[in-house]
């Protein structure tokens, strides 16, 4: 049987690009996205560039707690798979003081209480077969404090810390863990911004890094991978 890796929102940016890498590999793929069109059009792409790597891609809303759990349910009824990927996210700029109400509750449920709650889905069975991959989508503002990061810098730095905390939980049971913390990489996010595209790191880059971490011996592992762009953070 082939190995397999759930990444969270993998319909675009460096979700979508580190599963077209695994898929590459011949990987499994789970994946989910709050978008159904977007889901199929993934699912088609995959599928049509290799037609020997199995895709699941399911409807889900993980800033809501019942369809994290529900999502990981669904993958459990096939598989809990090697690799996790926390990758779902959402970034609404502001400063703490002012920001919009609700903006912390959103980034944090949908940046921080999904990773929280899958993971703990599917823990119980990587600890009893001894194996097992999590990589945690952090950013660059879950390290260096900057204007305007609110609420997205806060859930980023608990994101950072809850990753630290599954290493140490998680390294007498073989299992590894993995903070990527990446600066400006262009996906939707930025489109329309006046910076030029090489002003931006390619989410090609952060999958191939995940894919080299992923391929260490068991007697290593990575456990942060900072990603800046050549000139500097934006």
């Known amino acids: ?34 978008n159904q069109s977007e889901l199929d059009a993934l699912k088609q792409e995959i599928e049509q ?10 409807k889900a809303d993980l800033s809501k707690r019942d369809e994290v759990l529900a999502f990981a349910a669904a993958v459990k009824k096939i598989g809990t798979p090697d690799v996790l990927v926390n990758n779902t996210g959402v970034f609404l700029p502001g400063a703490i003081h002012d920001e919009p109400d609700g903006n912390f509750e959103l ?13 703990r889905a599917f ?4 600890i009893a077969r001894k194996s097992g991959y999590i990589f945690s989508m952090g950013s660059i503002a879950g390290t260096t404090a900057y204007p305007n990061g609110g609420s997205y810098a806060v859930s980023k ?13 998680l390294k007498p049971f073989q299992i590894k863990v ?25 989410a090609e880059d952060v999958a191939e890094c995940v894919w080299a971490a992923f391929n260490l011996s068991p007697h ?12 500097g953070d934006i």
Not at 7 to 26: C, D, M, S
Not at 107 to 119: G, P
Not at 157 to 169: D, S
Not at 221 to 229: D, L
């Open 1 to 34: 049987m082939s190995k397999s890796i759930l990444v969270t929102g993998g319909t675009k940016g460096i979700g979508k690009a580190i599963i077209l890498r695994f898929a590459k590999e011949g990987f499994t793929i789970f994946t989910c996205s709050r």
């Open 49 to 58: 560039s290799f037609p020997k790597t199995q895709i699941v891609a399911i």
């Open 107 to 119: 980034m944090m449920e949908t940046n921080l209480y999904s990773a929280y709650h899958l993971t």
């Open 123 to 126: 823990v119980p069975e990587m």
């Open 157 to 169: 730095w608990a994101m950072l810390g809850m990753t630290k905390c599954l290493r140490e939980e």
């Open 178 to 202: 993995t903070s990527i913390l990446p600066g400006a990489t262009y996906t939707a996010s930025w489109e329309g911004s006046d910076l030029p595209v090489e002003r931006f790191m390619k």
């Open 220 to 231: 290593s592992v990575v456990e942060e991978i900072t990603i800046r762009p050549q000139l």
